[in-house]
């Protein structure tokens, strides 16, 4: 696992954008895999910054989103369709039906969920897959004891999660209790994943995910088996790694080794 550790949430904000544009630059047809959640918001706002400093393109490339809450429309205003039009889709230049989200509101969600798990796997699965981290170290809604090599499918969601995300919803007792997510098995089969995270809430998670032991009571410790997982953490989210000091001593201020 690759640690970059940045010295404060927009730097490392940053870092991930020019992960992803640099990514992008050398492979134009790229299926990303795009998260949401409110450390995600400052990295969209990088990437399109450098899109309109014309730096990245996104024309040729696909998306997947993790996840979608079941029952909610895609114009719900919490509904992740929504906050992906809002801070990304509608700033850049993605060709029309090239971004996927899984549909939160046809009936059957887990019908849905397989459907979504065939359509990532026709497009010859996920190129660079993007990730926040939860405080309880669920990646996509992917909660503690998940199964480390689940596919898409309906999740239950944590009491913890649905009070994290109480904040996008006008009142916490809306904030659905079910979401389809792409699983971790899924999630593993990318070619690269990044994942993105900043703040003390999130050290111990960051902690367990890169330095525990690899246990589904941390979803994110899945990433340990990846052969190209990049971290990018704040300094208050890598604040309880033990290792840190090397971490520091390969990536200098988040930056790439030098051999
Ligand atoms: C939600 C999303 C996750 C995201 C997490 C953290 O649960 N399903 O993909 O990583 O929130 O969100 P935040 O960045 O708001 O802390």
Known sequence: MRVLILPDPAAAAERAAGLIAE??????????????GGTMEALYARLIA???AGDVSFAAARSFNL???VGLSPDHPASYWRYMRAHL??????APGATLLPHGDTG???AEADRYEAEIVRAGDIGLQLLGLGANGHIGFN???SSLSSLTRVKTLTHSTREANARFFDDPADVPRHAITMGIGTILRAQEVLLL???T????????MIEGPLSAACPASALQLHRHATVVLDETAAAKLSLRDYYEAVHPSGCDAEI
Request: no cysteine; net charge positive.
């Open 50 to 52: 450098h899109h309109r």
């Open 23 to 36: 990514r992008l630059r050398r492979q134009p047809r790229t299926v990303l895999g795009l998260a949401t």
């Open 108 to 110: 059957d969600a887990r």
């Open 201 to 208: 809430g999130k050290a111990v998670a960051a902690a367990q």
């Open 143 to 145: 909660e503690p004891t």
């Open 89 to 94: 889709f509608d700033h850049v230049d993605f």
């Open 67 to 69: 996840d979608e809450y």
């Open 197 to 199: 995270a900043h703040g």
